[in-house]
Nanobody, 113 residues
Framework: VQLVESGGGLVQSGGSLRLSCTASGFTFSRYAARWYRQTPGKERELLAM????????YYVASVKDRFTISRDNAKNTVYLQMNSLKPEDTAVYYC???????WGEGTQVTVSS
């Protein structure tokens, strides 16, 4: 089982990034997926969730209307489109399925002011 996040980088405040998470080693289309983020010294924070079909999504208040989660089951990939980025969005971003499996290395997002 493996989850590989990518797409992070350095962006100015107000900018956009699209993160990808590609899964392998299990039947990705059978599981809901979630995006999380973590900053040093803090617990991992749930951001968004999508069901196995892609029809139902959920967002925490801090990212709702700015972030969009989506998936392509044919590519075993879940995405996080992040718009209107703020410096407080700076973190390492991770994905996982539900129920969770082992974590990937994450992808660093840095938003400069």
């Amino acid at each position: 089982v493996q989850l590989v996040e990518s797409g992070g980088g350095l962006v100015q405040s107000g900018g956009s990034l699209r993160l990808s998470c590609t899964a392998s080693g299990f039947t990705f289309s059978r599981y809901a997926a979630r995006w999380y983020r973590q900053t040093p010294g803090k617990e991992r924070e749930l951001l968004a969730m999508i069901d196995s079909t892609g029809r139902t999504t959920y967002y925490v208040a801090s990212v709702k209307d700015r972030f969009t989660i989506s998936r392509d089951n044919a590519k075993n990939t879940v995405y996080l489109q992040m718009n209107s980025l703020k410096p407080e969005d700076t973190a390492v971003y991770y994905c996982n399925r539900l129920p969770p499996t082992s974590w990937g290395e994450g992808t660093q997002v840095t938003v400069s002011s």
